[in-house]
Structures are given as C-alpha cells and as structure tokens.
C-alpha cells in the first residue's frame, strides 16, 4: 500500500520505520513530478529537499515548533506531510499557493518568497517564545546557500548569537545553488566543506564503527561527532566560521542519508542553544531530466512531459529574450556597457551577454543593495552598470537607488523584468510597486516600452544617460506584437490612434499601449474620439503630454502597477501644476496584495479590460450611466441600445 496518501500530518510519520521513511521519500518524489509537470512550479528545489523535510517534521513538532523557508520555494514537501495533497490547481485561482501561504495552514508561517529574510524571523520569533513563557518549544529556519550570499542572513546571524538562552535551529540546505550556481566567496567556503576528502573519509568510517555496535554505538557516535567536532574541524575548517559567530555547528550531514538527518536534528534538538546544522543536498535528486539542466537543475517549470522533461509547447519569444539580444548589441558598441545581477544571470537574460563578455558581467549573489550600491561605484570609475533584476526585488535596494545611485546622478540603468502582474507566483512576486517607488527619485527615468522594437530603442537610450540612473520595466512573458507609431513627437512620444475628435486621451504605459488601442476601438463605434499615445519615457512626464491633455475633455492612464503614486498620478499633478483642469482618470492595480491567480484573472478583477473600460468612458463622455457592456462583432465594440447612442 502507497504510505503519502496515509499522511494526514506530520506526526503521522511517528509510526513509521527507516525503511518506511525511505519509501515515503521514492513517493514524494514520484508525486512531485508527476504533478507539477501538469501544472508548472518550482520542481529542483523540492525534488533536493524530500528527505530533510521528512526528517525535520518526524523530529520536531509543527506548528508548536515554527518551520520557516527561506523563500518558500522548497516548501511542496513540507505542504505534503501537513495534509496537503491536492496538486491539481497548483498555482491557480482557488488552487494551493506555490509558496508558504498562512490561509491554508496553522503550519505555514513566513509568506514572503523573497530571499534571505529566513533568519531574521527566526531570531524574532525565538526570542518571542522566550519572552512569553514558551521556552521549550523551538524555532526551525531552512535557509540555501544561496541565500547566504544575502547581508541579511549575517546581519541575523550576527544577533542570533547575542542571546544563547532559546531554541533555534538554522538547517543550510546546501546544493551549492540558488537559480543557478551559487557564487562568491562563501560558495567557495562551503564547496570545500562539501569536497573535503578527508573529513567525509574520516565522518563515514566514524558512522560505521559505531553503528556495528547497534544503538547503543549509533548514541556513542551522536556524543562523539559533537564531542570531536573540533578535532573534525582540523580538516575541513567548516565550523571556524560559525564558532566565530559563537553558534554551534553539527555537520556536514548528508541530505538525503534519513537516519544521518535524524540523528543530526535530534542532537541539535536538544542543544538549548542556537545551532546550525550543514546539510549537503542535490537540487533536482531523482529526476534525472532536472540533473541534466545545467542551467539551473529545473529550478522552476512550465508544464512538461514527465517522462522527458520536455516542454509541452513551444515557448514564444519572451520580453526576456529581446532584452537579452538587445544587450549584446549594445554591448558590442559601448565598450563601456557592464551588466549586473543578483544570482538571476539566466532568468534576466543576462547569460547571452556573459558568454560574449565574460570580462563585464558581475554577479554579486542574492544582494540586491550591495550591486546597486556597487554599481554606483562602477558609474563613478567610468563605466555604464545594467542592473538586471526581476521587479518585485527592487524594493530590497530601495535606499541605494535614492541615496547612492540618484543623490550622486549615477548613469546607472536598471532593467526590471516580471515588471506588473505576474499571475501564479501569488503577492510577493508581482511586480506592481516599482512604478510608484521609484519615481520619487529626483531626476529618475522611467521607460515602458511596449513592444520589441521600443525595448531595443530605450535600451540604446537609457546607456547613454551619464548624468542620472535610468529604468526600463517589461512584464513577464511573451513579447507583444508590434505596434507602429503614426507620429513620433519631438520629445519622444509616439501617437498610435488619432480619433475623429479629440474628446479622450488614452495614455497606454508599456504593454497596455495595445489595451489603449482596444479602448478606443470600441469608443470609435460609440461616436467617441480618442487619441491614444505611448510616452515610451513614462517619467518625466513629458511636455506632449500636457499638450494633448489640454486639448482633450477627458484623460484616462492605464499602466501595469499601483494607482496609489502611480504614473497616473504624476501626470494629475502635472496637469495642475500648469493649471490645466482636464479630468484624469487612473486606472491600474488595486493598492493590495493580490493572490496567485492567472495574469488575464487579475486584470479582470481589476477592471483593466477593454471592455470594461470604454464602458465607463462611455458613461462619463455621454454623462449618463449604460447597461453593461456586451461585445458584439469583430471589433468587439460596445453594444448599445440605439437610445443610449449619440
């Protein structure tokens, strides 16, 4: 009989033996793949964790004891030990969240998917059931190497070990990989833990010594291997630097040898201490597709055929890809051009670049604040950095834009990918903040291009900027098709529609250039003019603008983030600064956290439907309200009654 479908939670493990312990796991593993390749999802790093998180639940006590993920990527096992087992709308609307999710389980804590933040919630949270009488429960935290690349792991660190008296326990899940393989200095650290002949010869004749002698010699070698860590140490030095911080380390301990990790956990259980268990895993174990992929061991899929691990369709030409050819092309002119990354070389595109210029890409691992503040330092020496990073992490480098980057007028470019609603990866990867946080830089520019063409135009652009950082912003996926210009304006920005009349002017940022254009489709058939414009340059906001906003009776912005302090914004108070009182309507993002749902799902919600928009239009030129709108014909127009039309 299968054991996964028995497990209704984790203390359903108690009851289980070694050999059972390791048939979950073969389970597990099957489940996984078989299930996100129906539906996409992070499947390497579940696939490296299967026995840690078996290990870890059979030891400790959650939800007492709080399990806490470092991203979150990792956690499908641990949703499969605490009774969640339906994988079939994964990442979907009503589905289970492809991070830890607090509405779906008393066992789900940190909700945040952004790196390195484990630890820190871990000391606050220890320190907490101290301070309120509950002591002996214990605090687990599961952080990657990779993470270990980010200042905040060693900022917590560094308190962690100020206050001994509580039960903390730090499990590095070492699989010397983020996204990909992890960098640095402190990947090179660890790779000698991971590598040292000596120190796994001597751990392994160790174990098996002592477990001749049945449990009894299994309790010897727990005492010893503590005992003699130190001695052990000689060899590899691996506990030097924890020591230092005055943590205590257990390891490095197999990921996936069962009886190694419970034997492990239980000792550090017990401690009364802070302590750090090292355990060696394999991202992608058991999947030998995943083991295959050099580039980043299926660390996130789409759907896939199980067997293969081949795409199920073909993959259109991404923001991502254009992006990617366009930085080589820049490259190769402006020798002066480096990029920059944040352990995200592949998924921002920048691996092209680095195969042609291997000299002029650096990546400074999971540290958002150390490259932007770095890369003003390189714009100081001479250089034009390219900071490539996914939107939704821009937010961690916040103060180095501001403060090293726009107070010293760097000619630093950032170039955010998954710019907007993002879909299945639920509220902390959406990339709808930006727009607002950004554009309170004094001197900032913000590009939005709306298809290939433009993208190619603002990067060319943006590098050539010395005076002041420079943003580009694109969504995730495929590229949009090309939308021509009827006119290029003199400061750069481009008309696509021109109404009969000039009653609305529709302001479509990036890719909503192409909603715009749906938008005024439908008023056309109304009677309604509008004009439709692409700033490119969404800020500053530009002279053309306010020209066209004079000229029109009504102006509606449309951009792929917050309205709260949105481009929408800006342009309203644009207006008013030059008295112009033409009515502004702002359309975008609610001001919220927006679950995992698909990118079309959100955006209805929203009301960011050309539909639902020229609706409203309608009701406002017409200073009436209108049935709702039913689409009709090939042009999708508004169907109104003949009364209702002018």
């Known amino acids: 009989m299968p054991i996964l479908p028995s497990i209704t939670g984790p203390r359903d493990l108690d009851a289980l033996s070694e050999a059972q312990l390791r048939e979950l796991a073969t389970e597990i593993r099957a489940f996984l793949v078989e299930n996100v390749a129906r539906t996409g999802g992070h499947l390497g790093p579940n696939l490296?964790?299967?026995?840690?998180?078996?290990?870890?639940?059979?030891?400790?006590?959650?939800?007492?004891?709080?399990?806490?993920?470092?991203?979150?990527?990792?956690?499908?096992?641990?949703?499969?030990?605490?009774?969640?087992?339906?994988?079939?709308?994964?990442?979907?609307?009503?589905?289970?969240?492809?991070?830890?999710?607090?509405?779906?389980?008393?066992?789900?804590?940190?909700?945040?998917?952004?790196?390195?933040?484990?630890?820190?919630?871990?000391?606050?949270?220890?320190r907490a059931l101290t301070a309120t009488g509950r002591a002996?429960?214990?605090?687990?935290?599961?952080?990657?190497?990779?993470?270990?690349?980010?200042?905040?792991?060693?900022?917590?660190?560094?308190?962690?070990?100020?206050?001994?008296?509580?039960?903390?326990?730090?499990?590095?899940?070492?699989?010397?990989?983020?996204?990909?393989?992890?960098?640095?200095?402190?990947?090179?650290?660890?790779?000698?833990?991971?590598?040292?002949?000596?120190?796994?010869?001597?751990?392994?004749?160790?174990?098996?010594?002592?477990?001749?002698?049945?449990?009894?010699?299994?309790?010897?070698?727990?005492?010893?291997?503590?005992?003699?860590?130190?001695?052990?140490?000689?060899?590899?030095?691996?506990?030097?630097?924890?020591?230092?911080?005055?943590?205590?380390?257990?390891?490095?301990?197999?990921?996936?040898?069962?009886?190694?990790?419970?034997?492990?956990?239980?000792?550090?259980?017990?401690?009364?201490?802070?302590?750090?268990?090292?355990?060696?895993?394999?991202?992608?174990?058991?999947?030998?597709?995943?083991?295959?992929?050099?580039?980043?061991?299926?660390?996130?899929?789409?759907?896939?055929?199980?067997?293969?691990?081949?795409?199920?369709?073909?993959?259109?030409?991404?923001?991502?890809?254009?992006?990617?050819?366009?930085?080589?092309d820049v490259g190769s002119r402006r020798p002066e051009v480096i990029a920059m990354t944040a352990a995200m070389l592949r998924p921002t595109g920048l691996a092209p670049f680095a195969e042609r210029f291997p000299d002029r890409v650096y990546d400074v691992g999971i540290a958002e604040q150390h490259a932007v503040a770095s890369a003003a330092g390189l714009a100081f020496g001479g250089l034009h950095p390219v900071v490539a990073v996914y939107a939704t992490f821009m937010g961690r480098a916040f103060d180095q834009v501001l403060m090293d980057v726009g107070l010293h007028r760097a000619g630093v470019t950032f170039v955010l990918d998954r710019a907007g609603v993002t879909g299945p990866d639920g509220p902390s990867h959406h990339g709808i903040w930006d727009l607002s946080m950004l554009q309170i830089v004094p001197g900032i520019r913000i590009a939005a291009p709306r298809d290939a063409t433009r993208l190619t135009e603002v990067l060319d652009e943006a590098v050539s900027v010395d005076d002041a950082p420079t943003v580009i912003r694109y969504p995730k996926g495929a590229v949009a098709e090309e939308i021509p210009a009827l006119e290029r304006l003199d400061d750069g920005v481009d008309v696509l529609f021109r109404g009969e009349s000039e009653d609305v002017l529709l302001v479509g940022i990036g890719p909503f250039a192409g909603l715009a254009l749906d938008v005024a489709d439908r008023l056309k058939a109304q009677g309604i003019g509008a004009t439709v414009i692409d700033p490119r340059w969404a800020i500053p906001v530009q002279p053309s603008v306010v020209d066209l906003a004079r000229r029109h009776r009504l102006v509606i912005t449309m951009e792929d983030g917050i309205r709260v302090g949105g481009i929408g914004t800006r342009v309203r108070q644009v207006l008013r600064e030059a008295g112009i009182d033409t009515a502004v309507d702002e359309l975008g993002v609610p001001d919220a956290y927006i679950d995992h749902a698909s990118r079309e799902q959100i955006l209805e919600d929203a009301g960011l439907t050309a539909t639902k928009i020229a609706h409203d239009v309608v009701a406002q030129v017409l200073g009436r309200r209108v049935p709702v709108a039913r689409q009709t014909g090939e042009t999708g127009a508004i169907d109104l009654p003949v009364h209702e039309r002018r």
């Open 48 to 126: 490296g964790v299967v026995e840690l998180t078996i290990a870890l639940h059979r030891v400790f006590s959650s939800p007492d004891d709080p399990f806490i993920f470092d991203t979150g990527h990792q956690s499908y096992v641990h949703k499969l030990l605490t009774g969640r087992q339906d994988f079939s709308r994964l990442r979907s609307r009503g589905g289970m969240a492809g991070y830890p999710q607090r509405g779906e389980s008393a066992h789900d804590v940190v909700e945040s998917s952004h790196a390195s933040s484990s630890l820190s919630w871990a000391d606050g949270i220890s």
């Open 136 to 328: 002996d429960r214990h605090v687990v935290a599961v952080v990657g190497d990779g993470a270990l690349t980010g200042g905040m792991t060693w900022e917590a660190l560094n308190n962690i070990s100020d206050d001994n008296d509580r039960n903390l326990v730090i499990v590095v899940n070492d699989n010397g990989r983020s996204y990909a393989p992890t960098i640095g200095g402190m990947s090179r650290y660890l790779n000698r833990v991971r590598t040292a002949a000596a120190y796994r010869d001597l751990h392994k004749r160790s174990d098996r010594l002592f477990r001749a002698f049945g449990p009894f010699g299994r309790a010897v070698f727990r005492g010893v291997r503590g005992g003699t860590h130190g001695f052990l140490s000689r060899f590899t030095n691996n506990a030097a630097l924890y020591s230092n911080l005055d943590i205590k380390y257990l390891g490095p301990v197999d990921g996936h040898d069962i009886p190694a990790l419970l034997e492990t956990l239980e000792l550090a259980k017990g401690f009364g201490a802070p302590v750090i268990v090292h355990a060696i895993t394999e991202k992608g174990r058991g999947y030998q597709p995943a083991l295959d992929d050099e580039a980043d061991q299926f660390h996130a899929v789409n759907k896939i055929d199980p067997v293969t691990g081949e795409p199920l369709s073909a993959s259109s030409r991404a923001w991502t890809d254009v992006f990617a050819d366009a930085l080589v």
